[in-house]
């Protein structure tokens, strides 16, 4: 009960810090007050029940602690008009508070862990888990961006067009993260959180209206689009996954794919790839795909490695060794994508020992391979490692299989 009421809490959280943002002209002021709602709706909401307006009624707890923020002000009286029910924020709010947050004096991993924490409101361990790192690590660097935003008095505002590039990325990042903690999440007892894939598709379309010429932009929100597209297929009524594989393809929004393609093609008119739009073009091989087995493996190895020469990470070089998999000979097969993980640097397999679809792949791989003893262990690593529910029944059905 107290999961699921915290989770109800941390939808409605990321956008009332932003409006009080706005309206006490204070980043820090704001965090304290919608810290305090929160902390009230935990504490009475399991004997009261949820209000019909969840919303509203954080809105109110914050408005009265703001209040006292605002009496200290000295023009508190004209704000105090402002802060009402129902808020009235800028289409851009969290845009801006987005940007504060991946202000380029801070350092980058900070950047996005602070905006997904503070704007987003990600738990430190789904944070963690979006950025391959340990939790503790995530809250040190939430905590000296904060002390740096407060040192520093970085403004809120959307930067001008010169200061766009210094700060673009990251926002772009803190978008994609947020999806794919919404897209597959790494905690709780649902395997998707649609709220999180839409709120990260509202604000990707939010910054094509922004900036509707750069390509990067075009190319994530093509990259959403197209996965949503196809979420009615990707779990059974029972919430267990449904491979790419085995996937109803018919129960595939087309429509939406075509309009995701079209982004896709604007944004290459640009000619300035990056590694969005390659992500989005991967993904557009496999939407375009009448059957898996019409896949254009080839195709996606090209924009792996296009990829890889553009952004490269050891994600990246994961994701490149599944099509490696699956792609035909001379280049293709189980035997050639163990050995690109196992070519992987030392530093690369140390990232990825915490990342259950890593170990996952191994077991895979392994068990194509005819090594059912090792994709066994492998597959209890990568159990252990998960707290999707979905990924959870997966690799728990592998392990009940019988050895061969």
């Not at 904060?146 to 809120?156: F, L, Q, S, V």
């Not at 803190?174 to 395997?191: K, Q």
């Not at 087309?254 to 073009?281: D, W």
Request: charged content about 25%.
């Amino acid at each position: 009960m107290h999961g699921e009421l915290a989770r109800v809490v941390r939808e409605h959280a990321g956008r009332l810090t932003a409006c009080l943002v706005r309206v006490l002209g204070d980043f820090a002021a704001a965090e304290d007050v919608v810290a305090d709602a929160v902390e009230t709706a935990l504490r009475r909401w399991p004997d009261e029940g949820v209000p019909d307006h969840p919303d509203a009624w954080l809105l109110t707890v914050a408005r009265r602690r703001g209040i006292d923020v605002l009496r200290r002000q000295a023009n508190y009286r004209d704000k105090l008009a402002r802060l009402r029910w129902p808020p009235q924020p800028d289409p851009d709010d969290r845009l801006k508070l987005i940007f504060t947050c991946c202000h380029p004096a801070l350092p980058r991993e900070a950047q996005i862990a602070l905006t997904l924490r503070t704007v987003c409101g990600l738990t430190a361990a789904q944070i963690a888990a979006a950025l391959v790192v340990g939790e503790s690590a995530v809250a040190q660097r939430i905590t000296r961006a904060k002390r740096k935003i407060a040192a520093a008095g970085i403004p809120y505002r959307v930067p001008g067009d010169t200061e766009l590039p210094d700060r673009l990325d990251q926002v772009l990042a803190v978008v994609y993260l947020l999806f794919n903690e919404g897209y597959l999440t790494s905690a709780g007892d649902r395997p998707r959180a649609a709220h999180l894939a839409d709120d990260a598709e509202w604000l990707a379309a939010q910054l094509a209206w922004l900036m509707p010429k750069q390509p990067e932009v075009l190319g994530l929100l093509a990259l959403i689009r197209l996965h949503q597209a196809r979420a009615a297929a990707r779990f059974t009524p029972a919430g267990d996954l449904i491979p790419l594989r085995d996937q109803d393809r018919a129960r595939w929004d087309h429509a939406a794919i075509g309009e995701a393609i079209g982004l896709l093609e604007r944004a290459a008119t640009a000619k300035r790839p990056g590694p969005y739009q390659v992500q989005a073009a991967i993904v557009a091989c496999h939407a375009e795909a009448p059957t898996w087995d019409d896949t254009d493996w080839p195709q996606i190895l090209v924009l792996y490695d296009i990829l890889l020469a553009l952004a490269p990470s050891p994600i990246h070089r994961l994701h490149r060794a599944i099509a490696v998999r699956h792609a035909p000979p001379p280049r293709g097969g189980p035997a050639k994508a163990l050995a690109a993980l196992d070519a992987m640097s030392e530093a690369e397999r140390h990232t990825l020992e915490r990342y259950s679809l890593y170990h996952a792949t191994r077991a895979e791989l392994l068990r194509d391979l005819g090594d059912v003893e090792a994709a066994r262990v492998a597959d209890q690593r990568a159990l252990a490692l998960t707290r999707n529910p979905a990924q959870q029944s997966l690799l728990q059905n592998r392990l009940d299989q019988p050895l061969t």
